[in-house]
């Protein structure tokens, strides 16, 4: 499998369209989304912002974000209404400020129009681009990237199960008072996760109970990669398990996006944990990872594939 994290360089405007619904996760509306790029242009992050907030509270979101170490330059695209330009346009003279702006662009329906001043791209005078067709897509695609419809799509990933939520619990209960887990529930469920067999609710018990060990959560950590059967096992059991034994199935699926370069929805799976007030090593450290901006791709030992 290609690695998630591999670097991405674009070659045209209609590339970088195709690409931002893979990265964020979702296919963005009435949002300012921002690509973060490394001195040779290449995308190590991004973010979105909500046109809706005040303009100071965008840029500020957008600021933050900014990869403290790492970032040369931006790309930014706006997606919304002709209205809309006005805001891209005045993001763009901020971040000029900031960082080298590479790119510029105003997307509505499948239009994608350059506002960069100076610019000779195909795009200044406005290009049709279908997102799903374009070679970023394709390459993301193959990654195993996901681009859901929506940004509530995105956070229904890591929502609550009311009945997968009341079957562990009534398993939880049932568990006898002297059980006491071990490295082999980890390896098990594992082991049935990555031969697609959904874990049941007396296994997904034993297993949350098994990740409030900080041993056995390490464990679980150490395995984590970059493939889609991972990304389903957690995202699985964030949504099954009660709030109780959610900080172990949070953090690991908050780590397991962050791996495959998903940082929307490690955030998604991080406030899911911090509203619940679930929280332990493993989301400290996704948060601490996603606050300062790092990327996957410094991580020295590869994700498993």
């Given amino acids: 499998m290609t690695r998630p994290t ?6 045209s405007p209609a590339d970088i369209v195709g690409a931002v619904p893979y990265l964020l996760g979702y296919h963005p509306d009435n949002e300012i989304v921002a690509l973060y790029l490394d001195g040779r242009r290449r995308v190590i992050t991004s973010t979105s912002v909500p046109l809706t907030q005040p303009s100071p509270a965008r840029l500020a979101h957008l600021a933050l974000h900014i990869p403290a170490s790492q970032a040369a330059g931006i790309v930014l695209i706006g997606y919304g209404s002709e209205t809309a330009r006005s805001a891209v346009t005045a993001a763009g003279e901020v971040f000029d400020l900031l960082r080298a702006v590479h790119g510029l662009f105003l997307v509505t329906g499948n239009r994608c129009v350059c506002l960069l001043p100076g610019c000779t791209c195909p795009a200044t005078a406005g290009i049709e681009v279908d997102p799903t067709t374009t070679a970023s897509a394709a390459q993301l695609s193959v990654a195993g990237r996901v681009a859901l419809p929506s940004r509530t799509d995105l956070h229904r990933l890591v929502a609550a199960d009311p ?20 490295a082999g529930h980890v390896t098990f469920s594992l082991a049935q996760a990555s031969n ?3 874990l049941t609710g007396e296994q997904a018990a034993e297993f949350v109970i098994a990740l409030t060990d900080p041993d056995l959560l390490a464990m679980a950590r150490r395995s984590v990669c970059g493939c889609m059967w991972q990304r389903d096992l957690w995202l699985d059991l964030t949504r099954r398990a009660p709030d109780s034994h959610l900080a172990g199935p949070a953090g690991l699926a908050a780590w397991c996006a962050w791996r495959r370069g998903e940082t ?5 799976a991080l406030h899911r944990a911090r509203q619940a007030a679930a929280t332990n090593v493993l989301t400290d450290l996704v948060g601490r990872i996603l606050h300062a901006r790092l990327s996957a791709r410094l991580l020295t030992r590869p994700p498993a594939s």
């Fill in 6 to 11: 591999t670097p991405l360089r674009f070659a």
């Fill in 163 to 182: 009945a997968g939520r009341a079957e562990i619990n009534a398993a939880l209960t049932a568990v006898p008072a002297g059980f006491r887990p071990d």
């Fill in 196 to 198: 697609g067999h959904r």
């Fill in 264 to 268: 929307a929805l490690a955030e998604a």
